[in-house]
């Protein structure tokens, strides 16, 4: 949450002679981040970026009261003044009461205060309300919305009043909506209700009051108005977050109620209040203050071990100077041992400090983050391997780039209409429940569709061949609720099937992966073309798939080549690498290559297994072309232990025909 | 009868003589070599040819023939090879379009960042993208209910499973696999934010560092932060902390580095930086664990302490100067004609 304030308004509240420039550079360091600075006629303005846990310095004089401690430890004059907690409180307790409020619910109005002043005078502000108004962003309406809304700035507590001639204040009722009902908000808006929003109901059984979002246009102020009910209160943050995001009225009301500012801040904001509406309005009290919880909760102490503090911060920070920083920030202080303090919260800071560590970040950031040394770690931890899985992916990505290949990034997230032109089944896939879009609503299971429509989006605009890749997670469901989580590679390439297979092939030899097999079965993912595609197979495990696709997906998606797609689980190639490089030994005698030509009907792949398997003697089998059912294959013969004679080659190839007859 | 012999070498010499001046290649001469003084050469058949046993001078002169003839022979191939070449080729021609393959910056962004991690002696894990409630939020010290829950702008699967939108449930996870600190993790993943405009992708990456040991403090934290920024960005950047606030750290920074265009000054050429505001760049969040974060990874906050950021992989590479991305989201296109830059 950003807040605007003027320079002249921080320094109602802080006294030091430091410069805007240099202020807004020392406390962003330290403090609140003072985001921008822009200088005015004849002040400056300050851009804040409020912390979020830190609502207390979501107005001027919670960043003063940072600011004196910031300033005073760097050296710097610098005292807070107007301190609204030192203010005297009056509670009129001699005067009657002119309203009555029912808190039905108090979990919801954790603190609620009002007061009612009559014979007010309706006029323009003074100048330097107007300015301070116009400079943070806020229109300038009259004097008495405008001590509203200026108090708001000054303190961080936002206040409301109500025309009282317009309202049923003899009964009113703060309570939780109800659905359906409608409140019209003082920006003409009528809002529709649901349960849960908080509301106040007059007696006349109207809603005359969003509450912490907007006030109700029926009993609007207006220049006639004459006396007014003052309200000072503290809701319950959850109810005013989701009611505020619900109807988008994202007031600075509403922010700062959704953050829980102190409710022993109301008081001292009505007392302000007060003082304003006589000085500009000529207003008089009329009544007593209503306070809905008079009584104080007991402050939080918390005790800090400061040897430890200083080894968590890693630096030696006096104890002297933990009591200063704290007690500049408004904590007090006892100490109890040498090394331990005692230290009591500030009203303003009950939520956002609970344990030690907070503390610590207290003195650690006043105290200054740049004072301390960068210093490297020293952990004795044995060196770890990287994890397969990690290696063998960058093992991959390397080797395809180098060899031509363009690794592409999809997106993780697939629509229906993807889904079903690959013809794969939306019930296999996750969904998200609050999707952005249709285009982004479904976890992918393949990386294949995204590649296809990489292909058709290539169309026409790069030269073909394509040579793509990815290699990213997919997400399967799993029984127990989360997915299952698999890596995988896919390629597509425009170019032949057999080179493609090349490649894929000097990529498993790359990576150390040898004996597998393709094989031909139908028990394929749905987009590939049975006929043209194959498993590569590694004993019992399945590595992947390599083929074309149907010709009717690719009419589907628009692309008029005919692409390879290999599909491949990283997993199953991370497991299968053999994690050492073997030599095999070089034989002195010359290699014999022989050509032959078998004719059979058995696939390609098991005749080149059946060659293989001969001899010991055959090194290599190389596949020439095809005619029919009349293969060629170059062999290659080699012994470490002798020239091999003409004799024993062809008494191999006999063999090798014989297994063909 | 005595100097036939002679007449007979001399021949030899002169047919020789007579062939070299026909050859214009190297080719040609090596067929020379081969027809005088190959193994069935016109040299060797001398030997057979004459007297050789009669008068022992007459091997004498047919070995001087061979070395006389193996001189001539080598004398024009290098005379040959040392004229200048005949054939025109024209050298400035490019050569041939081979595939022009291309890592994605983005696998390129993290390849760096393992690197720098794995010096410092972190080690690269992943961990799930899609998680439950408990890793993702609760246990990271974030309640139901908290603001900081739609602020992270989720992605969910159902109301208790989401799509990550930051890589910190691997600090839970990570605590978890190891049990007895020290931990030195580098979490790399993909994440998801309920979000898309010029400056976010509904899918990015970010790397999220965790370190936890005995006697780990903020200066570490420092040391760490300033060794990556340096490494990446460059030895003249510069980091600084500013307060600020996550549940799952205690005490919490913001990251801030120094503009590598105006050097941390904010001013350019007596103008105010367009790239940065104030001479300084936000990197992002990081911190010291969370005592109950700690706690629910199963290790003791008394014995442990450790920090923790989580960043950006596309915001790092966005920083880097000189790649002049205009939109992130061009690292989600796959056109070819950009991926192939890279």
């Known amino acids: ?661 | 009868m005595a100097n036939d012999y002679k007449e007979t070498i001399e021949k030899v010499k002169s047919n020789l003589i007579e062939d070299i001046s026909k050859c214009s290649t190297v080719k040609e001469l090596e067929l020379l070599d081969i027809k005088y003084l190959g193994r069935q050469g016109e040299v060797n058949k001398l030997f057979k040819s004459l007297p050789i046993k009669e008068n022992p001078l007459i091997g004498k002169e047919i070995n001087e023939l061979k070395n006389i003839c193996s001189k001539l022979i080598s004398e024009m191939i290098t005379h040959l090879l040392n004229q200048p070449s005949q054939d025109s080729f024209d050298v400035t021609i490019p050569g041939n379009r081979l595939p022009a393959g291309s890592l994605h910056l983005i696998s390129q962004a993290i390849s760096d960042i393992e690197t720098i991690f794995d010096k410092l002696g972190f080690t690269r894990r992943r961990y799930r993208e899609v998680e439950s409630d408990w890793y993702y939020a609760e246990g990271l010290n974030i309640p139901k209910d908290h603001p900081a829950r739609d602020d992270q702008e989720t992605f969910y699967l159902s109301d208790d499973v989401v799509l990550t939108a930051h890589t910190s449930n691997g600090q839970l996870r990570e605590m978890e696999r190891v049990k007895t600190p020290p931990i030195k993790m580098i979490n790399i993943g993909k994440t998801y934010r309920r979000q898309a405009d010029a400056s976010h992708n509904a899918v990015f990456h970010q790397f999220e560092g965790l370190l936890v040991d005995k006697n780990i403090n903020i200066t570490n934290l420092i040391g760490v932060m300033d060794y990556f920024v340096k490494a990446y960005f460059g030895q003249d950047r510069t980091i600084r902390l500013r307060p600020h606030h996550f549940q799952f750290t205690e005490p919490s920074f913001e990251i801030d580095i120094s503009c590598g265009l105006c050097h941390g000054t904010g001013i350019l050429n007596e103008k105010p930086c367009k790239v940065c505001k104030s001479g300084w760049l936000e990197l992002g969040g990081a911190g010291m664990v969370h005592p109950t974060v700690l706690k629910n990874g199963g290790l003791d906050p008394k014995i442990y302490s450790g920090f923790a950021f989580g960043w950006g992989v596309e915001r790092v590479l966005m920083m880097k100067s000189g790649l002049n991305l205009p939109d992130l989201r061009l690292l989600y296109t796959d056109d070819l004609r950009f991926l192939k830059q890279f």
């Open chain 1, 1 to 661: 949450m950003d807040i605007k304030i003027t320079d002249k308004a921080l320094r109602f509240f802080l006294d030091s002679p430091i410069k805007p420039v240099d202020l807004a550079q020392t406390i962003s360091l330290c403090g609140p981040t003072f985001d921008r600075l822009h200088q005015l006629d004849d002040d400056y303005l300050y851009e804040i970026e409020v912390i979020t846990n830190r609502i207390d310095t979501a107005s001027a004089q919670g960043v003063a009261r940072d600011s004196v401690a910031i300033l005073k430890q760097q050296g710097i004059k610098a005292e807070l003044k107007n301190d609204p907690y030192q203010e005297k409180i009056e509670l009129y307790t001699h005067l009657p009461h002119t309203f009555h409020f029912d808190i039905a619910d108090q979990e919801i109005v954790p603190r609620f205060t009002a007061i009612s002043l009559e014979n007010i005078e309706v006029k323009d502000s003074p100048k330097s309300t107007q300015d301070l108004l116009t400079a943070c962003g806020e229109r300038p309406i009259n004097n008495i919305v405008d001590i509203t809304n200026e108090l708001t700035l000054l303190y961080g507590m936002p206040c409301h009043i109500f025309d009282l001639d317009k309202l049923g204040a003899q009964k009113l009722i703060i309570r939780q909506s109800r659905s359906g009902e409608k409140i019209t908000t003082l920006d003409g808006q009528t809002n529709d209700l649901k349960e849960g929003d908080i509301v106040i109901e007059d007696g006349a059984g109207r809603l005359v009051d969003l509450c912490g979002i907007m006030g109700g246009s029926v009993a609007e102020t207006d220049k006639h108005t004459k006396n007014i009910l003052l309200i000072v209160p503290v809701y319950h943050p959850v109810n005013i977050r989701k009611t505020s995001l619900r109807l988008q009225k994202r007031t600075l009301a509403s922010q700062i109620y959704e953050k829980q500012p102190d409710t022993e801040l109301c008081l001292p904001v009505l007392t302000q209040a007060i003082k304003l509406f006589q000085e500009r309005a000529k207003a008089h009290v009329s009544s007593s203050v209503f306070d809905s919880s008079p009584s104080i909760a007991p402050a939080k102490t918390i005790e800090l071990d400061t040897e430890w503090a200083n080894r968590l911060i890693g630096q030696n920070i006096p104890v002297d100077n933990y009591v200063s920083i704290l007690k500049n920030l408004g904590f007090s202080i006892k100490n109890k041992s040498s090394q331990g303090i005692l230290c009591t919260v500030p009203s303003w800071r009950k939520y956002d400090i609970n344990i030690q560590e907070d503390l610590v970040e207290e003195v650690a950031r006043v105290y200054g983050y740049s004072k301390l040394p960068s210093v490297l770690p020293q952990v004795n931890l044995a060196p770890e391997p990287k994890e397969p899985l990690l290696k063998t992916e960058t093992d991959i990505k390397t080797f395809l780039s180098h060899r031509g290949f363009n690794e592409i990034f999809n997106h993780s997230l697939v629509s229906e209409s993807l889904i079903s032109k690959t013809e794969l089944d939306k019930n296999d896939h996750l969904k998200l429940i609050n999707a952005l879009s249709t285009d982004l609503q479904f976890l992918r299971t393949s990386l294949v569709p995204s590649l296809l429509q990489n292909i058709k989006n290539n169309q026409g605009k790069s030269e073909e061949p394509f040579f793509i890749y990815e290699l990213s997670n997919v997400y399967q469901k799993n029984s127990d609720k989360l997915a299952n989580e698999l890596s995988k590679l896919a390629i597509a390439t425009t170019v032949d099937i057999l080179d493609t297979k090349g490649y894929v092939e000097l990529l498993l030899k790359n990576l150390n992966v040898t004996k597998y097999r393709y094989i031909s079965v139908t028990d394929l993912p749905p987009y590939f073309l049975p006929e043209h595609t194959s498993v590569i197979k590694h004993q019992g495990h399945t590595l992947g798939f390599l083929g074309h696709i149907k010709p009717s997906i690719l009419r589907e998606i628009g692309i008029t080549s005919n692409p390879v797609i290999v599909e491949i689980d990283t997993q199953t190639l991370s497991d299968l690498r053999s994690p050492n490089k073997i030599y095999t030994p070089i034989s002195e005698f010359p290699e014999l290559l022989e050509d032959m030509t078998i004719e059979s009907t058995e696939k390609v792949g098991e005749i080149i297994a059946k060659i293989t398997s001969v001899s010991h003697l055959v090194k290599d089998v190389q596949y020439l072309t095809s005619y029919q059912n009349k293969h060629s294959f170059r062999i290659i013969f080699s012994s470490l232990l002798n020239n091999l004679s003409q004799k024993e080659i062809a008494g191999i190839k006999e063999e090798i025909s014989s297994l063909f007859v």
